[in-house]
Each structure stands twice: as C-alpha cells, then as structure tokens.
C-alpha cells in the first residue's frame, strides 16, 4: 500500500483551496511540525523535569503548566517564521499576538489556537491536545489585528487538532471533508491513516463531567437521565466516556459516534469551553465530518464572536445525538 505523508497529501488538496494555496499549505505544514516537535517533548514528560505547575495561573485565572508553555512559544515560534499569518490569538496570551516582520508581511492568514488542551491530564500520562483555527485576514496590511479573529466560524479556512495520545495524530479540515494523519515515529512523518472521515449519524457514547450534574440546566440532566433509561430500540442506557481533555473525548466520539457536551453551569455561567479556539475549529472538523455542533439552542459556527477568549456551552457529535439533547434543552428551557 502507497504510504501518502501529511506533506504530500496538502500538495495534492491544495488545489482545494479556493484562495492562497501555497500559503496554506505552507501553514499547515508548519503546524505539523511544530506538533512533532511538541509530541516528543509530551512523550519524555515523564523523563524530564518538565512536568509540574510553573506557579503562574494564565489568562483565564487556571494554573499553567510547563508543556502549555512550552507548546505555545513552539507554535508561536514556528508560525512566526513561517511567514504565513500575520497574527496569533492563543489560549495562553491575553492579546493577540501580532506579527510584523519580514517574512509576514504579505501574509494572508491568522491562526487561533489551544497550544495543549486538557493540560489537568500532562502529569497522568492521559491524552491532551493541540487545536487550531484559521481564518483569512479581514484587516488590509500590515500586522493583523483584533477584528481578523472577531469572525464567524463559518469563516473558518481550516482547522484541525492533534492529539498526542498511545499515538499522535493530526486531523485536519479545509472545508472539504476531514482527514486523519497518524505520526509514524519511525519515518517521522505524519500518515494518511483516516482518510475522509465520516461520523456514525448516531452512537452510543454520552461524554460530560456529571460531577457538575446539580449545577446543568434541567435540559442537560433530562438529556442525562434519557441516555441512562433502559430502551432496546435505541441501544440504552449508553456508556459514560469522560476523558477530561476535549480533544481526546471529541476525537474517540468522532470515530465511535457519541455526544460530547460541556453546558452551562451555575458555576460557569457562559460555559467553560472557549469559541474561538476550541469550539469552532471542533465544529468545523465535526460538521465535516457529518456531525453536528450547536451551544444547546444554535449553530455554533455562527455565534458572533464578541471577545477573544468568549466561553460558549458546547453540544457536538453524533447529528441524531445532538439534535435530541437539544430537543431536551428547548422543552426544559423555562425551568433552566
Ligand atoms: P483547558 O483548555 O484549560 O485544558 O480546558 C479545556 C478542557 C477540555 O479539554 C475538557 O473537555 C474540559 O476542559 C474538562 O473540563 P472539566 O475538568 O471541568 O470537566
Ligand atoms: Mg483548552
């Protein structure tokens, strides 16, 4: 069997892309290495002093670990000299990171990303991930600005994540299906392992952090409640699968066919999951992927983006999944 690497299969697609070609892929190759460079270092985490909290909490009041950092100066280092973005919104910084220097100014793109999702996992040798957002450039020349990531998700050019987990694999989207890439350590290169992947229009996998149940919406515990009945036509109950690091969940459920929620709660009001670069790249990939992703009542992909780390509640999977936990969320709306 001909074995396709993540750089041969861009060059190929990139006649896909209705816009900058060689600048995309160029970009998309960056990331690929730089999440090489990121996945070795995940894999002697246990070896290497580099495990443990820097002390320091980041922008969102949470504890940052040293893998998160080091994740996010590798792709901001390799996205800088890529010359391929003009500006870098991360988890990690509170601004935007714009980038004026040579090689970036003529470039086209902006990328959001979550250097390393699901950080709570490093210390436990449990998957986390990379995710990432791409946007064209609304703003003229020059370094990007705010109003290039203050888009819609339906602007999206690509996303895509890596999960760095028994083994890496980098997925990825343009807007014309989803492919899978598995890093193949021999060769060091990423594979075409998953090609065109399509999400099964139903599942029997629930994932949500029930340790929150008294604090969901009444829609979100009905929806619980349903998945735990006992029913033979519909395959209940359904198995809990909780990871913690959204990626890994997301990506298991991707294959499996499942539902992944992360609602409201009275602690987290808005919900916890940032739309920016989490929700709306894992929308895009999963929408590609014939899934679906809403916030309980609409489109994910079309929220308006108000603010750089804005928190959405998240609803995405399996469409038949999806639609039906909605369908709770509006009948138990007045009481939530
Ligand atoms: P992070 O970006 O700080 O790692 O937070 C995002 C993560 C997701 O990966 C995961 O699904 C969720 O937060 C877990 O949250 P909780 O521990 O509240 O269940
Ligand atoms: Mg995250």
Redesign the pocket.
């Known amino acids: 069997m001909r074995v396709q690497t993540l750089g041969q299969f861009i060059i190929e697609k990139q006649n896909d892309f209705p816009y900058a070609k060689g600048e995309l892929s160029r970009l998309l190759r960056d990331i690929g290495i730089a999440a090489k460079i990121v996945n070795r270092e995940v894999n002697k985490a246990g070896l290497v002093e580099i495990l443990g909290e820097t002390g320091e909490v980041n922008v969102?009041g949470?504890q940052v670990k040293k893998l998160d950092i080091f994740a996010n100066d590798q792709f901001i280092a390799a996205l800088k000299v890529g010359g391929e973005v003009c500006a870098i919104a991360s988890?990690e910084n509170e601004d935007i990171i714009p980038i004026d220097n040579e090689v970036s100014k003529n470039a086209k793109y902006v990328i959001a990303m979550?250097p390393l999702?699901?950080?709570?996992n490093i210390d436990v040798n449990v998957s986390v991930g990379t995710i990432f957002s791409i946007y064209r450039r609304v703003s003229l020349s020059g370094p990007g600005t705010m109003e290039d990531f203050m888009q819609r998700g339906t602007e999206q050019v690509a996303a895509g994540y890596i999960i760095y987990g028994s083994s890496c694999m980098l997925v990825y989207t343009t807007g014309k299906g989803v492919n899978g890439f598995t890093l193949d350590p021999s060769i060091g290169e990423f594979c075409l392992s998953n090609p065109n992947i399509k999400t099964p229009e139903t599942g029997l996998i629930y994932s949500l952090?029930e340790g929150n149940h008294l604090h969901f919406p009444d829609g979100v515990k009905k929806y619980v409640k349903y998945c735990q009945e006992e029913d033979v036509a519909t395959n209940r109950p359904y198995s809990s699968r909780y990871i913690?690091?959204?990626?890994a969940?997301i990506h298991r459920n991707l294959l499996k066919g499942g539902i992944y929620i992360?609602p409201t709660t009275t602690k987290s009001p808005k919900g916890?999951?940032r739309l920016l670069y989490?929700c709306n790249p894992l929308a895009f990939i999963i929408e590609q992927a014939g899934g679906k992703a809403t916030d309980g009542k609409g489109r994910i992909m079309e929220k308006n983006m108000k603010e750089l780390h804005q928190r959405t509640p998240l609803f995405i999977g399996s469409t038949q999944m999806v639609e039906k936990a909605m369908e709770f969320m509006l009948k138990f709306e007045a009481v939530s």
Do not use: P, R
């Open positions: 969102q949470e988890e979550d999702d699901g950080s709570s952090n913690g690091s959204g990626v969940d992360y916890k999951l989490e």
